[in-house]
């Protein structure tokens, strides 16, 4: 049977009340102990980058961007394309280049991934080693702004089969229409509405030399791929509220599986999926919320020691 002992009430009165031993003391070491360690966890169990197995896995390389809060949104977004269809990301940048590519993660990269580059990102042996891997039968996927980058190298312009004009327009909207026929597009809607960066091409891409994916309603391509080598350029991207739309998520992800040389049919992940919504700020709320509510509770223990401790007294 639990034992009581008794405390005056008051520094004056004469009435003694029944207390229950002390176990304050021991239940807020545990909750500070649990805090501290919830914390210490936390940046652990946010998700980080797309590990998958079976899949191609991707080099990212985002140098000389123009806006660094719609590369690091467009990255979360194929985090989460790399968990739900099972390839793998590796952020890198050029110097990742210096090193050979078959080296680079666990098993070596089956596509360098140019996202939103800028001009002149890449030195000349960055240059050497990137045509290698493309011309040995590596995969190159590029998007937006990459598409000027490296102005002054022959064989980049002959890959990607056109030329930037130098002054994009920002914040325009248009349709995009795409081509059915290629593996690249199986499954998109017909039409697609974005307001992004687009560029605009002289010479353009042309066949037999690219093939043609998709259009804007003035005839400009919006994306195409090279027909020599696994090579894929699309020219949305430098928005954030692109790497939001499904279809276009799913062009990219498409790119990517044919530029790895992929054969098989992708197939959804279901297990290792995550959320269709920005989960690292849900995630950070939810630590915050806890640590919140844990320090309350703390607060709450130590304001009846103290409130019992003066009744003692």
Not at 49 to 64: R, W
Not at 191 to 214: C, G, K, N, R
């Amino acid at each position: 049977m639990e034992s009581l002992r008794l405390s005056r009430a008051g520094s004056g009165g004469g009435i003694l009340r029944p207390t229950r031993p002390d176990r304050v003391g021991p239940v807020r070491t545990v909750l500070r102990l649990l805090l501290v360690a919830m914390l210490a966890c936390a940046s652990t169990l946010v998700p980080t980058a797309a590990q998958a197995s079976g899949g191609p896995t991707v080099l990212i390389v985002t140098d000389g961007n123009g806006d660094g809060e719609v590369v690091r949104y467009a990255i979360e977004r194929l985090e989460m394309e790399a968990r739900r269809w099972g390839f793998t990301l590796i952020e890198g940048d050029a110097s990742s280049l210096d090193q050979p590519l078959a080296t680079v993660g666990a098993g070596g990269v089956d596509v360098v991934m140019l996202l939103n580059t800028g001009a002149d990102v890449l030195d000349p042996g960055q240059r050497e080693a990137l045509q290698a891997f493309v011309e040995g039968g590596g995969g190159l996927v590029a998007t937006n702004s990459a598409a000027a980058s490296e102005p002054d190298w022959d064989w980049y312009r002959q890959l990607l089969g056109a030329t930037a004009l130098s002054a994009p327009v920002d914040d325009a909207k248009e349709t995009v229409t795409f081509n059915s026929g290629s593996p690249i597009t199986d499954g998109l809607d017909d039409e697609l509405e974005l307001t992004d960066l687009w560029y605009y091409f002289d010479p353009e891409p042309a066949e037999p030399e690219s093939v043609i994916l998709a259009q804007l309603d003035s005839g400009d391509p919006a994306a195409w791929r090279s027909d020599e080598y696994q090579a894929f350029y699309a020219v949305p991207g430098g928005a954030a509220d692109t790497w939001t739309e499904r279809d276009f998520l799913q062009l990219i992800r498409q790119g990517i599986w044919w530029a790895a040389g992929e054969d098989g049919e992708m197939v959804q992940n279901s297990d290792s999926a995550a959320p269709a919504w920005p989960y690292t700020w849900t995630f950070a709320l939810f630590v915050l919320a806890v640590a919140g509510g844990g320090s309350i509770a703390v607060w709450r223990l130590d304001k009846a020691e103290r409130i019992r401790t003066a009744d003692a007294g």
